[in-house]
């Protein structure tokens, strides 16, 4: 009894300060904006509205159906999806009547608006013009996307491809059989490597003379045209390196 007995002293207590609140905002001063006091006052209402219904689950809560009630897993579960529940369908709700109102406005012939809601109405259509605006450059940017991504997926697939047959044909290199040897750049090959193995054979010479020149003076020179003098050339080396 005693919660009942608070419930309806806060609820008389609510109805003068709402009473009070409703005269001061129907007789709002001069010296005061107008939507600046109507903000205030609709945030004071949504706060005692908020509170007083506190105070009425607080009341609920204390009942003995709701006390000698077993607390479970499931039942809270149940409280639970029914809160999201109510919070979705306000979130509908207001969502909803924002859009009837948009679409009221912008529908709503200039003649029979105010110029405060003229000039909102054109920033709506500007707002949209822009958001159709940016949809649609998205979309051409998401066809781009997809497109050079196929681009990149055909480009991968023939590297994979010819990266393969070159390591088969890296591996395969010493049959001489599979190369035509009659073949131009073959028979080019073979005059290169030719000529090869005679500078090489010539440094080999000129290295190991006993000629004026001081190979000494210059060693790192004279090493490696030594390593060149070694190291033997043919087509075999090309074709496999």
Excluded at 42 to 71: G, Y
Excluded at 84 to 103: D, G, N, P, R
Excluded at 150 to 166: H, K, P
């Amino acid at each position: 009894m005693n919660a009942f007995r608070q419930l309806k002293e806060v609820s008389n207590n609510f109805e003068q300060q709402l009473a009070s609140l409703s005269t001061e905002l129907f007789s709002a001063k001069l010296g005061e904006s107008f939507e600046d006091g109507l903000s205030k006052r609709l945030q004071d209402l949504t706060f005692f509205t908020s509170k007083l219904r506190l105070l009425k689950a607080k009341t609920l809560s204390e009942l003995p159906q709701i006390t000698e009630r077993p607390k479970s897993e499931s039942s809270i579960k149940e409280y639970g999806e029914l809160a999201q529940w109510k919070v979705l369908e306000q979130y509908i709700v207001k969502s909803l009547t924002q859009a009837h109102a948009v679409k009221a406005l912008i529908t709503a012939p200039k003649h029979s608006l105010d110029s405060q809601m003229v000039e909102r109405k054109e920033n709506i259509i500007k707002s949209l013009q822009d958001y159709r605006h940016q949809e649609s450059a998205l979309r051409h940017l998401q066809a781009v996307e997809a497109e050079r991504e196929a681009e990149l997926a055909a480009v991968r697939m023939q590297w994979d491809r010819e990266l393969g047959e070159l390591r088969d044909m890296r591996e395969d290199g010493h049959q001489l059989e599979e190369y035509d040897v009659a073949a131009p750049l073959y028979r080019k090959l073979r005059t290169v490597v030719d000529k090869l193995e005679l500078m090489r054979w010539l440094v080999g010479r000129l290295v190991t003379s006993r000629g004026s020149r001081d190979w000494l003076a210059c060693p790192d020179r004279t090493a490696h045209l030594l390593r060149l003098a070694t190291k033997p050339n043919s087509i075999e080396t090309f074709l496999e390196s």
